[in-house]
């Protein structure tokens, strides 16, 4: 099927359904940004996913969001002009790793198991096709969707497109009602008040931390700018740990207050977690953990929340775990390589 854009240009999607007054279109720029938030939202919340999104988020994720151009790399589909389902692409290099081509989509519930999801997969497959005839063709690509558990149709969708499971995430809750142990920390470790002069060397040592983590891409100016500018930070309910004028490791606490406010739900954040391998095994992250819930709660939070790597080689899961987190939801990423 094809339609236009809003330069006129033509759209082609592959295997499209043939549904009355079915048509695709490219992004008109931030007024769509809620009809995405409707899309996202109503999807999630059918499929019993616990996460929501805002035009604030998404202005702020396409506005320093590198190697993504809105008016070619997300699709809309409509019915008589109604969006009901939207898709958008993306590239990344692993660090170490593979290039990696994602691809994203939503379907409102009352519109799948139409044909949507298929023509919206295949186009999307397409275009990063597209985006990877101009790379290099010595480098390792891989195409990755995710899924949470309870999204049969995606899963089934990825499956029959031929993607398979490479890894495997949690979302996890801590109740904060539960006893918080004392914490201390290792010797020659402090605390200190977080200020905006130290942005900089905060996220290059969280950034340096997490070069041993699956799927993390090296940041660079433009992260940096997005990441600082981050509207949900508090630098008050930061915890950095400091040895003379080295950060050892970090969690920066934070509130995501309008997704509490649309889920109905009191939740504070602990996450990022990362320690620099210097200060590995010695303690430091349970005790930030510790720090943190302690924050969370002396400010009104009925549960903490985090993310998680479940093959993380760091033994991130177990801490968590033995630190009163428990698993709420699975989330899994799906990849093939690239043809």
């Known amino acids: 099927m094809k339609t236009k854009n809003q330069d006129d240009e033509q759209v082609t999607v592959a295997r499209a359904p043939e549904i009355p007054g079915l048509a695709f279109r490219n992004f008109r720029g931030e007024k769509d940004f809620a009809h995405m938030v409707r899309i996202f939202d109503i999807s999630k919340a059918a499929d019993s996913i616990r996460e929501t999104t805002s035009e604030k988020e998404l202005a702020h994720f396409y506005r320093h969001k590198k190697r993504i151009d ?9 019915i008589n ?8 692409v993306s590239w990344e290099d692993e660090h170490e790793g593979p290039r990696r081509y994602f691809a994203r989509g939503d379907v409102l519930p009352e519109w799948r198991r139409k044909g949507l999801g298929t023509a919206l997969l295949a186009h999307n497959e397409s275009r990063l096709r597209e985006m990877a005839s ?4 010595a480098i390792k690509k891989v195409l990755e969707t995710e899924t949470a558990d309870t999204e049969l149709g995606a899963i089934a969708l990825a499956k029959n497109a031929g993607y398979a499971p490479q890894r495997y995430f949690y979302f ?7 006893p918080i142990p004392e914490s201390v920390l290792p010797a020659g470790i402090e ?23 699956w799927g993390h891409v090296e ?3 433009n992260d940096y700018t997005r990441w600082a500018t981050d509207p949900n930070w508090d ?18 606490n934070h509130v995501l207050k309008e997704d509490n406010a649309k889920l109905g739900v009191n939740w504070g954040w602990t996450d990022p977690i990362s320690v620099r391998r210097p200060w590995r095994r010695r303690g430091l992250a349970r005790n930030l953990i510790l720090e943190s819930l302690k924050v969370l709660k002396a400010q009104g ?11 993380n080689p760091s033994g991130a899961l177990t801490l968590y775990e033995t630190s009163g987190y428990r698993v709420e939801e699975r989330w899994i990423v799906y990849e093939k390589p690239m043809e």
């Open 81 to 88: 002009g109604e969006p009901v389902a939207y898709a958008r």
């Open 191 to 213: 605390l200190r008040p977080v200020d905006k002069s130290q942005l900089r060397q905060i996220w290059e040592a969280q950034n340096e931390a997490f070069r041993d983590h």
């Open 219 to 221: 940041g660079d100016e």
């Open 70 to 78: 809105p008016k070619q790399d997300v699709l809309f589909a409509e």
């Open 301 to 311: 939070f009925s549960q903490a929340a985090l993310g998680v790597d479940t093959q």
């Open 172 to 178: 996890m809750l801590r109740p904060l009602e539960e």
């Open 134 to 137: 101009e790379h290099p063709e």
């Open 235 to 252: 630098l008050g309910m930061w915890q950095v740990a400091w040895e003379g004028d080295q950060i050892a490791g970090m969690i920066l």
